[in-house]
């Protein structure tokens, strides 16, 4: 496989990784082919066409630029490729998973992997004790995609000095990552709506998992003191945190052709998201016994009407809950892209990255970044090194 220099990949950091997991992926397909054709047709062709087939590679960008601001190079490129595939990998688990637990019916504005599988065999009405037999199957292509991602990971990594390390930090993210997704269904289980239970939630399922685990593991690679991964892992916990709570509110006000959902999807579902959480507490705060009656209703377990859809919308913006996370989606962002300029990368890549906080977070050029002079180091810097310098 083919192995571009790093000035090549910084110049295009989403395609050079694309191109990476495509190779893997006719491997892993083969392979699977080798096992079983309709196992290869059925489950190895779709995680592989999922893996492809969108998503902005957002996590496999923070590990590059967090490498490559830790002074990696030539010699880590391989292995940071890798591990942004197997970050890849993981995310496929997650959404195909997600999609099952919540019987949601598209992702990214297509029919989701349970859905393709009930229509292929006809099997959307026969329920089994897990769903219908798509949505078991579907449970089987996150199982695969996951397993995929370790061997990816495992391979990546082989060799390297900073292997244990970089092992240690892909451990706790994948338990946090289940951890979270737990929480979630947790909390509609047992009603918990609270602030603090949704953002600790979003935490484990998102933050550390979208930003803050893929910033450790690009300076880990790339050798970087334990105070600078540390410093970036934080700065995704507050970016990563304030990423979720702005897909909460687009999930809930945004296109669903933009998002590739339905509009109001958590609302029906009745997740305990931040966003609804703020706004208990603001209709605590006001007095507003309808409006707790109602966030009540939506989230105990009744079925959810259109109606009901519309006049949730309607009280997250009069009781001032949209614009009271708006304003925390910006403080957090700032937050986490002050932490990365005080962290001691090189000034080109804590910019980009600081860039890529603000548009995961929907702010505009400018805002949710970090201060033009920042306060000293929380680390001792690093040499700095030039983008596309050689090593």
Not at 64 to 91: D, I, K, N
């Amino acid at each position: 496989m083919r192995v571009p220099d790093p000035p090549q990949v910084d110049e295009g950091v989403p395609a050079a990784v694309e191109e990476h997991l495509a190779a893997v992926l006719r491997q892993r397909v083969a392979d699977a082919a080798d096992a079983d054709p309709d196992f290869a047709s059925d489950i190895a062709d779709r995680v592989a066409a999922f893996a492809l087939g969108g998503g902005r590679r957002l996590r496999a960008e923070f590990l590059w630029w967090a490498m490559r601001g830790s002074g990696g190079g030539a010699r880590e490129t391989p292995a940071a490729l890798g591990v942004a595939v197997a970050l890849e990998l993981v995310q496929t688990c997650a959404l195909i998973h997600d999609d099952v637990m919540d019987g949601s019916p598209l992702r990214r504005g297509r029919p989701a992997v349970h859905v393709q599988l009930d229509a292929r065999f006809g099997t959307g009405e026969r329920a089994l004790p897990c769903g219908t037999f798509g949505g078991a199957a579907a449970v089987l292509a996150g199982d695969l995609a996951l397993a995929w991602a370790d061997d990816a990971f495992a391979e990546s990594v082989a060799g390297l000095p900073s292997a244990p390390r970089a092992a240690g930090v892909w451990r706790v993210m994948r338990t946090e990552m289940v951890a979270g997704q737990y929480l979630d269904l947790r909390a509609q289980a047992t009603g918990d709506g609270s602030t603090d239970r949704a953002a600790r939630t979003a935490v484990l399922k998102t933050a550390l998992y979208s930003m803050g685990h893929p910033l450790a593991l690009g300076a880990t690679l790339a050798g970087a003191p334990e105070g600078t991964v540390r410093a970036l892992r934080e700065a995704g916990r507050s970016a990563g945190l304030a990423f979720q709570l702005h897909d909460d509110v687009r999930g809930a006000f945004g296109d669903p052709a933009a998002t590739g959902k339905p509009v109001g999807e958590d609302i029906r579902e009745g997740k305990a998201t931040y966003l609804l959480a703020v706004a208990r507490e603001r209709c605590a705060e006001l007095g507003d016994r309808a409006g707790l009656r109602l966030l009540g209703r939506i989230t105990g377990g009744a079925r959810t009407s259109e109606e009901d859809v519309d006049r949730v919308l309607d009280l997250l913006v009069s009781c001032g809950a949209r614009d009271r996370v708006a304003r925390r989606v910006e403080e957090l962002c700032a937050r986490g892209a002050g932490t990365v300029a005080r962290a001691g990368l090189a000034r080109e890549a804590a910019d980009r990255i600081g860039a890529l906080f603000g548009a995961a977070c929907g702010l505009e050029p400018g805002r949710g970044t970090a201060p033009p002079e920042p306060p000293a180091p929380l680390v001792p810097p690093t040499l700095p090194v030039l983008i596309g310098e050689a090593r």
